[in-house]
């Protein structure tokens, strides 16, 4: 019996010893995870699309690159890329809830302030990707421009509406 115990314990000790080893061979390591949220595409209204005087019955086109074209910034980092997405008007309201039709939209946008070597594009509620300035800039200007058809017996008065720019990070 002395014997048999002798052996269970020398088989129980033989377990332990290899368990440990097993256990001292076993390894793990860990990573981090991260992230890093940027900020949201700053979008700035810097100029109004103004068709000035405009008489009835005679289209007025005011062209991205005129003085009453419509005017847009948009900032984030050099080098990223932002979706821009456009709330058109179809129509400007006036007296006593008149409309005047707009459409034809027409569009460009640049790095710089200014419309010489500016990228065309056709404003719409599709979604127009630009790139944000690089060498430095942080930002990007949209010139829009639009025509309006006034009806021969078009009411005499002021006519508003809002054009809405949302801007997007689209990435790098």
């Not at 949201?40 to 009453?68: E, I, S, Y």
């Amino acid at each position: 019996m002395r014997r048999a115990l002798g052996y269970a314990a020398m088989v129980l000790a033989l377990t332990a010893v290899r368990a440990r080893a097993a256990a001292a061979q076993a390894r793990s390591a860990t990573v981090s995870v991260t992230a890093n949220v940027g900020k949201r595409a700053l979008v700035f209204g810097d100029a109004d699309l103004a068709f000035g005087n405009v008489f009835p019955g005679v289209a007025k086109t005011v062209a991205p690159t005129d003085a009453g074209a419509g005017r847009f910034h948009v900032r984030l980092r050099p080098g990223d890329h932002v979706t821009l997405v456009f709330d058109l008007p179809t129509q400007l309201v006036g007296p006593g809830g008149a409309t005047l039709p707009i459409g034809s939209w027409t569009g460009l946008w640049n790095t710089t302030n200014s419309t010489a070597g500016a990228a065309a594009f056709t404003p719409s509620s599709s979604a127009t990707t630009i790139q944000i300035g690089s060498g430095g800039g942080a930002a990007s200007y949209v010139f829009v421009g639009a025509r309006v058809s006034p009806a021969a017996t078009q009411p005499a008065g002021a006519y508003t509406a809002t054009i809405t720019l949302t801007g997007a990070y689209a990435g790098f």
